[in-house]
T-cell receptor, first 112, second 119 residues
C-alpha cells in the first residue's frame, strides 16, 4: 500500500532556505502535493507536481522530484516567520484511488 | 472565498458515548471526505462520499463509524461508541471532482478540524 514519510520538525533562521523532505513508496504515484497547515486552520494546497516532471518552481517555492529514489522535497527560499506552519506531503495515483495519502507533517519553525 | 466549516472545534466525551462531527462542505463540490490525525501520527483517510453513498473507505472505518449527508449541505461523521483510541483531530474535506481529469489538480479543500478527546 501507499506510504508517505517525512521528518517531524525543521528549525531555520529567518532569511535562510528551508528544505522539507518526503519519501513515498508507491511507484505508481502520479501526483505529489505539498499542503500547508497554519495554526488553527485546515490543510491548504501549497503546490503540486506531476510525476512526469523533475522540478517545479513557484516564486519562493521549489519542488524537486526524484522518481528513482521516490523522494520529494520542498524548498522555501528566504524563509519568513509567516512560513512557520506544518507542511504535509501527499501522493495520489491515477488508475486507482485518487484519494491522496498523507504523511504526518513537518513542523517548520522559523526563528529570527 | 468559500470554505469548509466544521463543528464542534473541540469535543470531550466519555468512552462508550456516541459522537457526531459535522461539516459543511463547499457548496458546489461533489466529493466529501473524512480524514483523522492521531497526535504525532499521519493524516489517515477514513472515508469518501459521493452521490449520497460511500465511495471508498479505509480499514479504520469499521462498523462503529457512519457518515451521512442528511440535508444536502451538512456532511456528518458519527462514531457510535467511542474508544480511547478514537481521540484525534478529524478533518473534513471536499473536492469538486475526483482525481486529476479535466484540468483538476486533485486538490482537497479542508476544514479546520474537530478535535475529539475521549476520556
Amino acid at each position: 500500500g501507499e506510504d508517505v514519510e517525512q521528518s517531524l520538525f525543521l528549525s531555520v533562521r529567518e532569511g535562510d532556505s528551508s528544505v522539507i523532505n518526503c519519501t513515498y513508496t508507491d511507484s505508481s504515484s502520479t501526483y505529489l502535493y505539498w499542503y500547508k497547515q497554519e495554526p488553527g486552520a485546515g490543510l491548504q494546497l501549497l503546490t503540486y507536481i506531476f510525476s512526469n516532471m523533475d522540478m517545479k518552481q513557484d516564486q519562493r517555492l521549489t519542488v524537486l522530484l526524484n522518481k528513482k529514489d521516490k523522494h520529494l522535497s520542498l524548498r522555501i527560499a528566504d524563509t519568513q516567520t509567516g512560513d512557520s506552519a506544518i507542511y504535509f506531503c501527499a501522493e495520489s495515483r491515477t488508475g486507482g484511488s485518487y484519494i491522496p495519502t498523507f504523511g504526518r507533517g513537518t513542523s517548520l519553525i522559523v526563528h529570527p | 472565498e468559500p470554505e469548509v466549516t466544521q463543528t464542534p472545534s473541540h469535543q470531550v466525551t466519555q468512552m462508550g458515548q456516541e459522537v457526531i462531527l459535522r461539516c459543511v462542505p463547499i457548496s458546489n463540490h461533489l466529493y466529501f471526505y473524512w480524514y483523522r490525525q492521531i497526535l504525532g501520527q499521519k493524516v489517515e483517510f477514513l472515508v469518501s462520499f459521493y452521490n449520497n453513498e460511500i465511495s471508498e473507505k479505509s480499514e479504520i472505518f469499521d462498523d462503529q463509524f457512519s457518515v451521512e449527508r442528511p440535508d444536502g449541505s451538512n456532511f456528518t461523521l458519527k462514531i457510535r461508541s467511542t474508544k480511547l483510541e478514537d481521540s484525534a483531530m478529524y478533518f473534513c474535506a471536499s473536492s469538486p471532482l475526483l482525481g486529476v481529469s479535466g484540468g483538476n489538480t486533485g486538490e482537497l479543500f479542508f476544514g479546520e478540524g474537530s478535535r475529539l478527546t475521549v476520556l
